[in-house]
């Protein structure tokens, strides 16, 4: 009765396995695994399929026969000797591919979203964030007209001054985007910024730009404009309106605060 | 089973992705009503730059450059018509589909659904009588023929150049980079000065860049602008000889950028000039420049789009090899009266005073209060000199050891600018750096396009990159892939001998 080799058996079964972990994380999930825990994977895989296969002396030897025989078949005086100059020289390939330079940019660990301080000093005046407001978002109830009016207001603030970078659609994708890009421009339509963000830390981030980060944000690097020299209070407080009305988001709100006010 | 869904979940995939892609083959019936629904759409996604009466005056629109379409007039540049006509239905739903690439308009058909771009389609035709006259009138309008690329010879695409110089270098230039004698002094009909296109950069070609775009554009010619129709001069087949010709200068995708500009060391004879072929040793990296606009006067629509940048250093000294394309070399030697703007051309290297030891960086817009950083700045017909600076607004001249044996060698050849920057790689004193192979140094640049008016702050700006002098490799890094190398084949003689022993135990 024709069998499978043992040894194509073994070789087939991790092959299968590492294939599946790609084709379900991959292309099903679209989930694709880093590279160094897949080698964690396959080097489970691996240990558990050869403890299989060599779980009996006889199952063993017939693992390592065709091992064997390649060492002193003489018909397999030709592969045996392509494998043997081969093997050291894919060892020096693979050793030197861990050991050479590499001339990659340094890492940069960069805070996205720093931690806002308790108070911000801009317009000569000094703001406390915790208790800070967007003075327009309660006429969204009280007076819808004057409400939209100043959403008006801010998008004109935001194409004379913020599209550039952060693009028509407010997806950080503007004209400039391509030359600004480390750090790219917020993208205000992705679920992770402003959704996730008090207005309060809207404004901090407008006023004071790039040059008020807190040093993890890497102020050094962001091209974000201190805007308080630009926009007046009242115009920042407008484009704020803007960004959330045109991306449908509601800012997040201090829910205990509310009621006091 | 599961292997075998992975191709299948491509083979959907592609199949849906085709089906997305071909919209604009779906011609609409543009009707009232659909105008109707566009205008929520228009108003809310397009009249920042277009306006909200579709005269190309949004908010934005003095900002930008080309300025955003003026609909009213209805001088669509890219109609699939010949130069003046209107524009067909498929050719306005491709630009808003599809965007203008190398302007600020984005294509849309990520946001918006198809039936929503013709609803938009049908409300931006509107916006001008034209388009409702040619209805009376019972016209239709004559696409562009454009048919297929024929197959060109060697001889047809020389014979293209000989046409191109004839034809397209008063505008274009003769290396095509858009820097022709006319080009400083073109005017949109509506007024705005305007530019032709560099053709070497594929990815700014506003109506795509295949063989079949660059005929249609050349043939067609450009509505509203000074890019006529050429058929009017020359034989369909001539053009394509054009295009096939352009086709071979033209680079079609955007070079990536790399973060690192990596030095080479040389031996012998240094680079002598900006032209020497030793430059070309080096690796280039393409650093996208965009206009200044964070301090002081803002500028919003700079001409150049990027620097590409070579170092090269020996045991004394960096040289530093910068290019850029400019379509003039400006001050002008005879200004045009169209636009008597002539400011000179310049360019800027930054660097930090010393070489950070942590993540911290001077800011990257000329430095800041407590982060001074030092700038070797070249100008057209002026001296090259270091300059110390404390921000975008605040530097000054420095004097130094290194700074006095600065220079920079310039040539300006064809719409491209090549500049050879020359420096100690010591310091020799406090206030300047000294440049260490090994070490990442942050590198910024700035360049200045004089015939733009560009002077000061108002200038092209890059973030901050590294500058990388590539140390001579160490032993070490081949030591241990020897030993593996060594100890398997070890491992194998000690395999053979044991099996050999094995044998003749056998036997």
Known sequence: ?261 | MMLSNAPLAQALMALFILAAASPASAQQALTPERAAKGKAVYEKRCAGCHGLTGQGDGPAADRLRPRPRDFKTAFYKFGDTVFGKLPLDAAIFRAVAEGLPGSSMPGWKDVLREEEIWDVVAYIKEFSRKFARLKERGEKLEPLEIGTAPKLTETDVQEGKELFLKNCEKCHGKAGRGSGPSAVALKHDLGDRIWPRNLTKGWTYRNGNSIENIYRTAAGGITGTPMPSHLESLQPAQVWKIAGYVDTIVQRERPKTSEVIIGKPIEGAPPAGPDDARGAEAAATLIPLVGQIIEGERWFTPTLDSVQVRALYDSKMIYLLVEWDDPSASPLAEPNDKFPVNEPDAFAVQLPVTIPAGMEKPYFLGGGQNSPVILWKWTNGGAVETLSSTGILKAEPFAGPAASALSANATYVDGQWRALFTRPLAGGGDGDLTIETGKYIPIAFSAWDGNNGEKAEQRAISIWYWLLLEPPTPLTVYLWPAIIGLLIAGGELWLVRKTNQHAHKKE
Not at chain 1, 70 to 95: D, E, K, N, S
Not at chain 1, 233 to 240: A, C, L
């Open chain 1, 1 to 261: 009765m024709k069998r499978i080799p043992k040894l194509a058996l073994t070789v087939g079964l991790i092959a299968a396995v590492y294939g599946l972990f790609v084709a379900v994380f991959t292309y099903i999930l679209h989930l694709p695994v880093p590279a160094s825990v897949m080698k964690m994977y396959m080097f489970f895989v691996t240990v558990v399929v050869l403890l299989v296969m060599t779980s009996n002396e006889d199952s063993a030897r017939e693992l390592v026969a065709p091992l064997e025989a390649l060492v002193y078949q003489p018909r397999l005086r030709r592969l045996r000797a392509a494998v043997f100059i081969v093997a050291p020289l894919a060892g020096f390939g693979l050793t030197y591919n861990v050991t050479r330079p590499t001339l990659d940019a340094p890492l940069e660990l960069r805070t996205v979203h720093p931690a806002p301080p308790n108070s911000v000093k801009v317009f000569g005046k000094t703001y406390n964030l915790l208790t800070l407001e967007n003075p327009y978002r309660a006429k969204e109830k009280s007076d819808l007209e004057a409400f939209r009016q100043a959403v008006e207001e801010g998008k004109t603030v935001y194409f004379q001054n913020c599209h550039y970078c952060h693009g028509d659609k407010l997806d950080g994708k503007g004209h400039f985007s391509g030359g600004f890009n480390n750090p790219l421009p917020a993208n205000f339509t992705d679920v992770g910024t402003i959704a996730q963000l008090q207005e309060s830390f809207l404004f901090w981030r407008i006023a004071t730009g790039g040059p008020g980060l807190p040093n993890e944000g890497a102020p050094w690097a962001s091209p974000m404009p201190v805007w308080s020299n630009y926009l007046t209070e009242d115009e920042i407080w407008k484009v704020i309106l803007f960004l959330y009305d045109y991306t449908g988001y509601a800012p997040r709100v201090m829910k205990e605060e509310k009621g006091h006010s």
